[in-house]
Structure formats: C-alpha cells, structure tokens
C-alpha cells in the first residue's frame, strides 16, 4: 500500500534559522512528489513538482530536493510569513492523476 | 478573480438531512477533484472528473454523489448525513491528470 509519512509534525522556528521537512513516501512507480502549503481556513497552494531522484526545486526561501525514497523542504533563514501547514504528496504512474498525501508539518516561525 | 469556488463556505446541518457543496473553476482546466480533509489534516481523495466524466471513485459510500454539469462545474451532494461526515471538503482542478492541482478554499461541514 502506498505511503506518505511526514516528520516531524511540528515545527517552531526562530526567524532566520533554517530547517528542514521530510517526506518519506513508499510507493512503486512514482511520477512526481507535489509539495503544497496550506494556511489556517484556506486550501493547499501548490509549490513545487519533483518528478526524478536528484532534482531540485527552489522558490524563494524554499528548496525541495528527492531521493528515490524520501524528499526534503529546506526553509532558509525563515521569517514569520512562512509559519503554515506544508504537504507532500506522491502520484503514480498506473493510478492516473490521483494524489497521496502525508500529513503535513506544521511550521511556526516566531519573530 | 478566484480560480476555484466553493459555496458554501460554512455548512452547519443536523443528521440525516441532504446537503449540496457547489464547485466551480475559472482556470479553463479539464479535471477537477473533491478531497476530504478530517480533524487530524489529512487530505483524502475521493472522485476525480475530466471532462463530466468519472476517473476515479475512491470507495466512497454512495451517500456521496458527484455531478459534473459541464467542465467548469463538479457539484457534490451528500444524502442522509452521519456524524463522520463532519469535516472539510476541498475542490480542485488541474489543466490535466498529471499537472499541478489548484484547490478552492473548502467547505467545512459540521453535522449535529
């Protein structure tokens, strides 16, 4: 069955020091690895898609990476409008455009 | 101008009655999705349309009815609510299977 684990849950953060999120997923046959944030009341908004080991996306203060089993989202030097609930989800190739999604990490960067 | 809609944003309503979440998107996109978010976060998939067509139907009960009038619309009707129900319900499309999914602001459903 297809798995999508994100540590930690919970992340509270100084402004400007830097951090990571993983997502460590196990399925067979990935397409792509979507990362999204979402903010209190609103829907997730979309940051970045991963489709193959090694490559990296980067926005802003965000840099997402994968490997062939896990992905990371680095928060550089953080500053308070970054606080909010990051998701990762994985698509497969033989499931269409059904998206599996972890539980999020909830980051909370203070000033 | 918002790119996916949902009305309403707030639904508060007893057990066993039957409610409808409107979706709508401006984004030109042929696919759109209903997910399920419960009191821990995780979001779950439930149908998937492209073009008014049914994809995917993830062993949701048949209390839950999808109707896609035309691409811009996904509707979904829920019959004889249950407690379980309570939680918030996201819609989104995506100009594909396989691009990006841009989500609408959800509906949260309370049921007393």
């Known amino acids: 069955e297809d798995q999508v684990t994100q540590s930690p849950e919970a992340l509270r953060l100084q402004e400007g020091e830097s951090s990571s999120l993983n997502c460590s997923y196990t399925?067979?046959?990935?397409?792509?690895l979507f990362w999204y944030r979402q903010d209190p009341g609103k829907g997730p908004e979309f940051l970045f898609t991963l489709y193959s080991a090694g490559e990296e996306k980067e926005k802003e203060r965000l840099k997402a990476t994968l490997t062939k089993k896990e992905s990371f989202l680095h928060i550089t030097a953080p500053k308070p409008e970054d606080s909010a609930t990051y998701l990762c989800a994985v698509q497969k190739k033989a499931a269409g455009n059904k998206l599996t999604f972890g539980g999020g990490t909830r980051v909370l960067v203070k000033p | 101008d918002t790119a996916v809609s949902q009305t309403p944003k707030y639904l508060v309503t007893q057990m066993g009655n039957d409610k409808s979440i409107k979706c709508e998107q401006n984004?030109?996109?042929?696919?759109m999705y209903w997910y399920k978010q419960d009191s821990k976060k995780f979001l779950k998939i439930m149908f998937s349309?492209?073009?008014?067509?049914?994809?995917i139907n993830e062993t949701v009960p048949n209390r839950f009815s999808p109707k896609s009038p035309d691409k811009a619309h996904l509707n979904l009707h829920i019959n004889s609510l249950e407690l379980g129900d309570s939680a918030v319900y996201f819609c989104?499309?995506?100009?594909?299977?396989?691009?990006?999914?841009?989500f609408g602001d959800g509906t949260r459903l309370s049921i007393l």
């Open positions: 989104a499309s995506s100009q594909d299977g396989y691009q990006p999914q841009h």
């Open positions: 349309y492209n073009n008014k067509e049914l994809i």
């Open positions: 399925v067979s046959g990935l397409r792509g």
């Open positions: 984004l030109g996109h042929d696919t």
